[in-house]
């Protein structure tokens, strides 16, 4: 009976000091709060701009490197109120351009979306910064394999949207739908497959495009959408090539 008494009495303890172990030592017991409102009556603090002068030297030397040039001005303005536009056919064609030396069997591109497309790119010189303000984001450049009949869909979505940034495709917008569609060169057939360049964001119903939830087919390139325009002008620029763009009449509206 002793023992037992014992033993109940080691667990009793254990427990306690199982609980008395699992308390914090330490509890607060007031606290103090103040806000500091952020504007033009804020004092420089001289202590945080030493601290980061130097890495601002450094970003805004790399960020203004003249990088292309363009011939024209590829406007933000018209982009957003035509079916194509100059700023949209150079972002798609460039991405286009730069995908298919991964992949030549894409067929076509739709690699942002018009509110994508964030800023001007100017006449004249072109810096780093010009592309990265006009691609902030850091997406991914996909090939989706979908049917004829998602393939449709995305068109019709296009149309809808007034047009949409693409490359490799010719259309006409007709009540609000993709009429005379061809791709490739050769009339769309709703009863092919179709190996589309889009981005993540698209794919993921980025700006409510849902033609991507079902693809038969889906292939990551390794390759940034900002990477890829990179890469384009620089090589115009090495072959003393300018930014050239041109209004085709890849998408119409009647």
Known sequence: MIKFKYQFT???????????????QFQITQAKRTEYKINKDLSVDSTIIKAYSPYKVQMEAEMNQVIAHSNVLMSKIESDKNP????????ADATFHEALK???????????????LRVDIPKGDVTL????????FE????????????TQDLLDFIALNN?????????????KKAMNVSIKGKVFDPKKQYRILTTDYIAGGGDNFQSFKNPIGKKILGLKVRTALINYVQSLEKEGRNINPKLDGRITKN
């Open 102 to 116: 991964l992949d030549d069997s894409i067929d076509f591109a739709i690699p942002t979306t018009k509110g994508g």
């Open 10 to 24: 080691s667990i009793i303890l254990v427990i306690i000091f199982s609980f008395v172990a699992c308390r914090s």
């Open 163 to 175: 047009g949409e940034p693409v490359s490799g495709l010719i259309m006409k917008i007709q009540d």
């Open 129 to 136: 910064s010009n592309i990265f303000e006009t691609m902030p």
């Open 84 to 91: 194509e536009s100059l700023l949209s056919n150079f972002f």
């Open 139 to 150: 997406n991914e450049l996909i090939v989706f394999t979908l049917s004829g009949a998602d």
